[in-house]
């Protein structure tokens, strides 16, 4: 869901604050002065970064996860890895019994050179006409099916040998040297976790704001006070017919392999990013559906107060978008709006009023601003 907040408690009591340490000022600043105005804090117009947010919920998965298993069957002769051992992309992890398909390979390797040998002196006495192109032909048929006898079990001979197919960490190991593994079974699972998967849904409305690349952040009760980084990789191709939401998956980079899989995620995809001119909550005037600020604006050595109509955009972190309205550098009224009216002059006070109780001097002279 999106987080629109309104004015906060927060910004409320912060502006009753600024008040009421206003109000403490001494009479003489706190006050109209001979000049008239009225003591306010002001801030320039600023850019924030904006961006919408989405809420979801997800659960972790490894990037790559395979059960780990044989193609023939035969008992367990040496074993090279130990449960959780991390191993690369080729590591041997395992042999079963060899003796038989050994022989096997021997005896395909030495017919396989034979049909070589015979295949060169055919070819030789073809070059001297003593023999005719069909013994060639014969001794190279031989050859192909030697080679081709030598391949095949050169291939179950590899499948008596377990190697890693890529990076991870392994999980617990199910046999031991000496047990009867059945083709099939088991032997350990292989996760890789250097990137993480998130899958969660989001409703089918944001599916224009939901892209791949768009930025996430996530976090999980877990692992509290850290915040993890990722981006969407793939949006879902079809919506939910009964929750009318879109499946999403992103990928998160797990250089410290803090995350595991299976860990629930509270997910906030942080669509159309963007840099806009911003105000506080608190400098913000609600009348109706329209939106108000009170600009500073000098007037015959004056500085006065201004009201201005503006259009407000996305709240976020007690700040609020000015989508129009405002430009730049313009310097709008913070805190004090209670006692601001249109055209009325201004003191313009320094904040550190608030730090030290006091009814700090104006920031510059209290009427020539």
Do not use: C
Request: charged share 25%; hydrophobic share 45%; proline share 4%.
């Amino acid at each position: 869901m999106i987080i629109g907040r309104f004015h906060s408690w927060r910004m409320a009591l912060g502006g009753m604050l600024a008040a009421l340490a206003l109000a403490g000022a001494p009479a003489a600043e706190a006050q109209r002065g001979p000049g008239g105005g009225t003591s306010v804090f002001v801030e320039p117009v600023a850019e924030t970064d904006f961006s919408m947010r989405i809420e979801a919920l997800g659960t972790l998965e490894a990037r790559e996860r395979v059960d780990l298993t044989l193609n023939t069957a035969d008992r367990v002769t040496a074993i090279y890895f130990d449960d959780g051992d991390r191993v690369t992309q080729g590591k041997t992890l395992l042999s079963l019994a060899q003796g038989e398909q050994a022989a096997l390979v021997d005896a395909a390797e030495a017919t396989a050179t034979e049909a070589r040998q015979r295949h060169e002196r055919m070819v030789q006495l073809a070059k001297e006409k003593t023999v005719a192109q069909s013994a060639v032909d014969e001794a190279r048929r031989d050859l192909n099916a030697a080679n081709a006898q030598l391949r095949a079990v050169q291939s179950r001979q590899k499948d008596r040998v377990l190697v890693a197919p890529f990076d991870g960490v392994l999980g617990f190991r199910m046999v031991s040297v000496g047990s009867y593994v059945r083709a099939g079974d088991v032997v350990a699972e292989l996760m890789d976790d250097s990137r993480m998967k998130l899958d969660f849904s989001v409703p089918s409305t944001f599916l224009r704001s939901t892209a791949k690349g768009t930025k996430i952040t996530a976090e999980t009760d877990d692992l509290p006070g850290i915040l993890f980084e990722g981006e969407v990789d793939t949006v879902g191709a079809a919506i939910d017919p009964v929750t009318r939401s879109i499946r999403v998956r992103a990928i998160l980079p797990n250089p410290d392999r803090l995350m595991k899989p299976g860990m629930f995620m509270k997910v906030t995809l942080l669509a159309e990013p963007r840099t806009s001119l911003s105000v506080p909550e608190g400098a913000i005037e609600p009348v109706g559906p329209d939106s108000f600020v009170y600009v500073a604006a000098r007037k015959d050595g004056q500085m006065v107060a201004e009201r201005r109509q503006i259009q407000v955009g996305l709240r976020q972190a007690g700040r609020v978008e000015i989508v129009s309205g405002l430009d730049a550098g313009e310097t709008i009224v913070a805190d004090g709006l209670i006692r601001v009216r249109d055209g009325a002059p201004l003191i313009v006070r320094d904040r550190a009023v608030l730090q030290t109780g006091g009814g700090g001097a104006p920031a510059g002279s209290s009427n020539a601003q």
